[in-house]
Every structure is written in structure tokens, then in C-alpha cells.
């Protein structure tokens, strides 16, 4: 069965230090998410890639956040600087066509959790 | 005030427990209502997907969507221990081609043998 990949699944870093995740949607799949979800908190949509393009990074912290999607297929999210508030699981998650064309079901990968000391 | 708000629990049943999850949601613009469930440590895995009010039922599951009242709900009946998993309902408009889902923060199950 098809899953979306993602790595490291557990990260350890001081504040100050970069720190970098990679996605590997499902193959065919054009949309993919990055969400991150604080302990006891939902995921909350951090950006959203339709192919190689941004269609909405609106909730990114822009001043130290960054992804991109280069070749449409895998995607790598960076912090720099890691903060101590940035201590969560960063999901990835991918769909057929945006959720919003009514055939766009969320696949999520296994996180990757996020550990600021 | 949240999108979406769901009281995180913790919910602890016996097995084979009908039991009840349910969130409120502001927004009536509001069309496609979900409900995923998340293992510890692992993804949200899609359950139930519905755009429309009144029940859908799927095995041990049925959701339910009440828009009047801006509410909905997942039901399990003879809940396993295979379902202690934290519970997240999701929604979405169709307001535009990005459809963002908007998560509750989850209620956590615990189905004791």
C-alpha cells in the first residue's frame, strides 16, 4: 500500500540550530500539505504545494520557516532558528487534487517529531 | 474563537461501549465534515468523510452532522480496545479550490477490555 514518507520521524536540536524534514508523497498525488500539531492540539495547516507551486502559506512563519517543493514530487521543510515553541509533530500529507475538488483526501505520513532544547 | 472546538477528553469506556465524540463548529459556510482517527505516535488516518446533514454509517461507525445546530458527531458502538486512539474531527468549505481543513485538537479514547 501506498504511503506518504517522511524523515527523521524523531529530531533533537538546541534552539538557534537548523533543523530540516522531507516529505515523500504517494506517487501521482499532486497536492501535499505540511501541517504541524502541538501536543494535545489538532494539525494546523502550515503550507500547501499544488505540484511545485505554493497555493497557501499563510499560517508559515515566514521569518523562519521555509519549504519547497522544487521538481513537484518530494518536498523538505526547514526552521532556522529553531525555537523552543517550535517543539511539535510536523505532518505531511498528500491528495490526488486539492481537498476543495471534492476528490482530495488527506494521506498523511508518520510525522516527524520535533524536540527543542 | 477556534473553527472548531472538541473536548479533548480523556474518554475511558469499557469494551463494548457505545460511545459518543462530538464537536462544534462556528462557520456555516462549512460543508465537508470528517472524522480521523490517530494513533499514538503514528498520522491521522481518514474514518468518515460526509458533506451533507443527517447519518452515514459505516461498519461500527456512523457520523452524524447537524448544520442548524453547527454540531457533529461520531458514534462507535461495541467499541474494541483496538479503538483507544485520539479522535480528530476535521472540517472544510468549498469556498475555494484550497478547501483547508480545519482540525479540533482531538479527544482521546481509551476502550478497556
Known amino acids: 500500500e501506498a504511503e506518504v514518507a517522511q524523515s527523521p520521524r524523531y529530531k533533537i536540536t538546541e534552539k538557534s540550530q537548523a533543523v530540516a524534514f522531507w516529505c515523500d508523497p504517494i506517487?501521482?498525488?499532486?497536492?501535499l500539505y505540511w501541517y504541524r500539531q502541538i501536543l494535545g492540539q489538532g494539525p494546523e495547516l502550515l503550507v500547501q504545494?499544488?505540484?511545485?507551486?505554493?497555493?497557501?502559506d499563510s499560517q508559515l512563519p515566514k521569518d523562519r520557516f521555509s519549504a519547497e517543493r522544487l521538481k513537484g514530487v518530494d518536498s523538505t521543510l526547514k526552521i532556522q532558528p529553531a525555537e523552543l515553541g517550535d517543539s511539535a509533530m510536523y505532518l505531511c500529507a498528500s491528495s490526488l487534487a486539492p481537498f476543495g475538488s471534492g476528490t482530495g483526501e488527506l494521506f498523511f505520513g508518520e510525522g516527524s517529531r520535533l524536540t527543542v532544547l | 474563537q477556534k473553527e472548531v472546538e472538541q473536548d479533548p477528553g480523556p474518554l475511558s469506556v469499557p469494551e463494548g461501549a457505545i460511545v459518543s465524540l462530538n464537536c462544534t463548529y462556528s462557520?456555516?459556510?462549512?460543508?465537508?465534515f470528517m472524522w480521523y482517527r490517530q494513533y499514538s505516535r503514528k498520522g491521522p488516518e481518514l474514518l468518515m468523510y460526509t458533506y451533507s446533514s443527517g447519518n452515514k454509517e459505516d461498519g461500527r461507525f456512523t457520523a452524524q452532522v447537524d448544520k442548524s445546530s453547527k454540531y457533529i458527531s461520531l458514534f462507535i458502538r461495541d467499541s474494541q480496545p483496538s479503538d483507544s486512539a485520539t479522535y480528530l474531527c476535521a472540517i472544510s468549505d468549498r469556498g475555494s479550490t484550497l478547501g483547508r481543513l480545519y482540525f479540533g485538537r482531538g479527544t482521546q479514547l481509551t476502550v478497556w477490555p
Open positions: 506517487s501521482g498525488h499532486a497536492t
Open positions: 504545494f499544488q505540484d511545485e507551486s505554493v497555493v497557501d
Open positions: 462557520n456555516s459556510a462549512f460543508q465537508y
